[in-house]
């Protein structure tokens, strides 16, 4: 019963997309604000959603339907356990368990594969070109991943779990604190900005050329649970980035005061990079990651071995 | 023969505000292949004027296109005047000279902001067309509209500028100055917009002889022409300014050619200004009875290259003949060089890059209150509210500030009445 409570409730489903809808507005009336517009209100991501739920969700008869229909549910369902792994061991709720950070980092990558099946599912041509674009940065940027996820896993002394990590980081001072911590950053984030498709990474839905792409077919409620987890990914990269490398979250007194700045520092960083670069295409961004990307958290890692 | 898939740019696609259906033949990413249909929005502008009389025409040319408006009345005033034997007096030229250098400071600005959102840069579309807006409140000043401006007729223009808002123009252009070179600075040093536009859909010299592209399209791949040089009309010959020219031919070329190009306009504005305090105030036109017989020819230079219309006149009160050609006509024949061989990315922005001229502005519009969902403007209660703006901004012209912030919170005001995003 508790698992169902942490997955639907808190801190799942109910939290993270408040939470995550939250975000989204302040990204967007950031983004706004930059290019001397008003900006949406408070609670427009929430309006967005509920009118969606409320439209018609039309299934093109080329779709491979079932597949079609479910890929939104899996990107949800992905997005949500994330959250509630991460979480577990920030609120307190468990210590999470030894291999946490493996999880976490697949569970990552859920959505954005559900989107690729979604599109190939839907029988657009625009789709499936969004799809195959979306596949071809996945490679880039996992593999940087996951050499970041390595250089930190050497740092912390060969722990696996979120729970270590984070204490780690709170009697030792964040890994950011260190130079190889601080070169690990740039990758990391930028892997976010990647896995959030956001410019310079949004080749995969680029309105301008091939028309929203992988979200092209969606509608309705399957493009809702779309938005939705985007919402929640919102929430969990930077909550990620924070807790393997910006010293986690701390709950007492001030403290959750400093939690939420950093939480919004991040978002902050991830909007003024969208805001101030053009889309990169294909090759350019595989050759960022597997080039300059994975260069720097290679040197990340032999620094980490060095102990700097 | 590998199998093609075929990528339909159109007949609505967010990369084309206007219905024009490209179709990309691709082999995977690249593009090996283009095809284009249009004729989504063809209105008979050419037959519609054989109905009209010769003062008449110059309001149906004028909405052939809502972004260079000016350019096809300039381009029939030219050929009328051309029928008629009239010269225009002075100030007139620099008045028309003025609107002209006006629009294409507008629409290269527009083109500007609209690259950017085509390779996913927002803040400069939003920031373009916001410093866009001063170019907008200026023609409002001169000719009553912000687009649309009925300024020409045969032998002259309809309106006057008058002294006391030479200066009110000068302050709004210089103010324009240095956003315009920020602006500039922002694209031209950035290295991921290098990355995006250098080298890509690349135009060369003889491409653009073979396809007889005109304007900045053709000025970016070496090409030198421009007709406001090559067949001098209005006050081009009277003031210095010089043709900007590249010789790369990429779209990075394409935006540096433009984004010179509005410097240009500026000075050119500038020394018309200067030159038209020598004239005699109120000499702007000379009355034109009668139309002959005969035909003639006139040109412009649009912002998107040159503009021909061709007048047939048999001594009655219409045009027998019509015949119009715009620049993006000739200009979108060069995507057969520029896209193929491109990858998709790459080749929407070439079809952007010679900027096809959208020519549907025409809008209907309502204003309706967030909270009571009352209707508080249709289209004439906008009509009106627009004539009050004009009324409010031609009245500022001694007090600038003034006034300006007045009409700025009362726009404000409407804004937040309308729908939220």
């Known amino acids: 019963m508790a698992q169902v409570f942490y997955f639907f409730i808190f801190p799942g489903l109910l939290f993270a997309s408040v939470a995550g809808g939250f975000l989204s507005w302040f990204d967007r009336k950031l983004t706004a604000r930059l290019q001397f517009r008003v900006g949406p209100p408070m609670l427009q991501p929430f309006y967005d959603f509920v009118k969606l739920l409320a439209k018609e969700t039309i299934v093109s008869s080329e779709a491979a339907k079932s597949l079609f229909l479910m890929a939104p549910v899996f990107a949800v369902t992905g997005a949500c356990l994330s959250c509630v792994l991460i979480f577990i061991p920030v609120f307190g709720i468990g210590n999470g368990f030894q291999g946490d950070l493996i999880v976490i980092f697949y569970l990552m990558m859920v959505p954005t594969i559900s989107y690729i099946i979604g599109a190939l599912a839907s029988g657009n041509p625009l789709s499936n070109l969004g799809a195959s674009r979306e596949i071809k940065l996945l490679i880039g940027y996992e593999f940087s991943m996951l050499l970041v996820l390595a250089a930190i896993i050497l740092k912390a002394g060969n722990t696996v779990s979120i729970h270590d990590i984070i204490l780690l980081q709170q009697q030792e001072g964040a890994f950011i604190g260190s130079l190889s911590g601080v070169l690990l950053f740039i990758p990391l984030m930028m892997c976010v900005q990647a896995k959030l498709a956001f410019v310079p990474f949004d080749l995969a839905d680029a309105e301008t050329e091939i028309a929203g792409g992988i979200f092209l077919e969606f509608s309705g409620l399957t493009l809702a649970l779309a938005k939705l987890a985007k919402y929640i990914m919102m929430l969990v990269l930077p909550s990620f980035v924070i807790v393997v490398l910006l010293g986690g979250f701390r709950l007492d007194g001030i403290h959750i005061l400093w939690s939420l700045l950093k939480l919004i520092g991040l978002v902050l960083l991830i909007t003024l990079v969208r805001n101030t670069n053009p889309r990169l295409t294909v090759g350019q961004s595989l050759r960022f990651f597997f080039i300059w990307m994975n260069l720097i958290a290679v040197v990340a890692i032999l620094l980490a071995y060095a102990g700097l | 023969m590998p199998e093609k898939t075929i990528i339909p740019v159109g007949p609505y696609h967010p990369l084309q505000e206007e219905p024009e259906l490209f179709k990309l033949y691709c082999d995977g990413e690249i593009v090996t292949d283009i095809e284009w249909e249009t004729g989504y929005n063809h209105r008979g502008i050419e037959k519609i004027n054989e109905s009209k009389t010769f003062e008449q025409v110059f309001f149906v040319v004028e909405r052939i296109c809502g972004i260079c408006s000016t350019s096809h009345p300039f381009a029939y005033a030219n050929a009328m005047e051309e029928i008629a034997h009239v010269t225009v007096p002075d100030r007139a030229k620099y008045i028309r000279s003025i609107v002209g250098e006006l629009e294409r400071i507008h629409s290269h600005l527009l083109w500007v902001g609209l690259a950017g959102h085509f390779i996913g840069y927002n803040t400069v579309f939003m920031w373009a067309w916001k410093y866009r807006e001063p170019v907008l409140d200026l023609f409002e000043i001169i000719t009553g509209n912000r687009n649309s401006y009925a300024m020409f007729k045969i032998g002259g223009v309809r ?186 990315t790459d080749a929407t922005l070439a079809l952007a890059a010679v900027d096809p001229c959208y020519c549907c502005t025409e809008r209907m519009a309502s204003v309706y209150d967030a909270r009571t969902r009352n209707k508080i403007l249709d289209g004439t209660g906008l009509i009106r509210m627009s004539q009050e703006q004009t009324r409010l901004i031609q009245g500022r012209k001694s007090k600038v500030e003034g006034q300006r912030s007045k009409v700025e919170g009362r726009r404000s005001k409407v804004e937040g009445r309308r729908s939220k995003e």
Request: contains cysteine; proline residues 5%; charged residues 30%.
């Open chain 2, 159 to 344: 309106r006057d500028i008058e002294e006391k808002d030479f200066s009110t123009i000068l302050t709004i252009l210089d103010g324009l100055k240095p956003k315009a070179e920020m602006l500039m600075n922002a694209v031209i040093d950035d290295p991921v917009i290098h990355m995006r536009t250098k080298g890509k859909g690349i135009l060369t010299r003889q491409d653009i002889i073979d396809f007889c592209a005109v304007g900045p399209t053709a000025r970016a791949s070496g090409v030198d022409i421009d007709i406001r040089r090559d067949d001098p009309y209005a006050a081009y010959p009277l003031v210095n300014w010089k043709v900007i020219v590249a010789a790369e031919g990429d779209i990075f070329a394409k935006a540096v050619v433009r984004f010179l190009e509005i410097f240009e306009s500026i000075s050119i504005i500038e020394q018309c200004i200067e030159k038209m305090r020598k004239e005699k105030p109120g000499d702007i036109e000379v009355k034109v009875k009668n139309i002959p017989e005969g035909d003639g020819s006139g040109r412009a230079e649009a912002p998107r290259g040159e503009v021909f219309h061709y007048v047939k006149s048999d001594g009655s009160n219409a045009p027998v003949r019509h015949k119009i050609r715009a620049p993006s006509y000739v200009n979108v024949a060069t995507f057969k060089k520029s896209c193929v061989g491109q990858t998709i």
